[in-house]
């Protein structure tokens, strides 16, 4: 059964930096295009980023708000997903799901249990 | 991009349906084929109901079916059961390679 656990999360100041983690298992990671995904406390659901795997291009594809600023990365021989995030706002204050497409191709059908990364002075 | 337009909740009684709209543009519910709904109960990550419009991940009881028409995507819940009180979102393949969520519906089983 494929598994997603994410860590990483906590306290960081406006402006401050956090890298996010999550480490895959259950599947073949390195074939896995991995998106994170993140819920703001209260509100919705939105989509941050996406990279490929590396026989797809290995590119990268982010959120507009997100774009400079959060950089996304994985390491195959590790089964790890990245999430580096830099000048954090207050607004980036949010629960983090690392998720990906296994069965189905266009969708998000795995998603870990979540971390919360609060931005705060 | 902005969020996909959902209603804020909706509501029936147990064996009702219930549909949740979920409208966007031309850029992306308009464009693609590739909308997806997922169910999220409090304090869970949230869950693949519907892909791809209407195909359902396997698991995913036949009361749950999607549709789309323009820019505009269904999600209907027939003989609605307490299980599925909860928060439903919609999500769309969005040009320039991204995607996008809808603002949530929370859907009420009276």
């Known amino acids: 059964e494929a598994q997603l656990v994410e860590s990483g999360g906590g306290l960081v100041e406006p402006g401050g930096s956090l890298t996010l983690s999550c480490a895959a298992s259950g599947f073949t990671f390195s074939d896995a295009w991995m998106t994170w995904v993140r819920q703001t406390p209260g509100k919705g659901l939105e989509w941050v980023g996406r990279i490929k795997s590396k026989t797809g291009g290995g590119t990268t594809d982010y959120a507009a708000p997100m774009k400079g600023r959060f950089t996304i990365s994985r390491d195959d021989s590790k089964n790890t997903l990245f999430l580096q995030m830099n000048s954090l706002r207050t607004e980036d204050t949010a629960v983090y799901y690392c998720?990906?497409?296994?069965?189905?191709?266009?969708?998000?059908?795995?998603w870990g249990q979540g971390t919360l990364v609060t931005v705060s002075s | 991009q902005s969020a996909l337009t959902q209603p804020r909740s909706v509501s029936g009684s147990p064996g009702q349906s219930v549909t949740i709209s979920c409208t966007g543009t031309s850029s992306d519910v308009g464009g693609y084929n590739y909308v997806s709904w997922y169910q999220q109960h409090p304090g869970k990550a949230p869950k693949l109901m519907i892909y791809?419009?209407?195909k359902r991940p396997s698991g995913v009881p036949d009361r749950f079916s999607g549709s789309k028409s323009g820019n505009t995507a269904s999600l209907t819940i027939s003989g609605l059961q307490a299980e599925d009180e909860a928060d439903y979102y919609c999500?769309?393949?969005?040009?320039?390679?991204?995607?996008?969520f809808g603002s949530g519906t929370k859907v009420t089983v009276l």
């Open positions: 791809d419009v209407t």
């Open positions: 998720t990906t497409n296994i069965v189905v191709v266009s969708a998000m059908d795995y």
């Open positions: 999500c769309s393949y969005a040009t320039g390679y991204t995607y996008v």
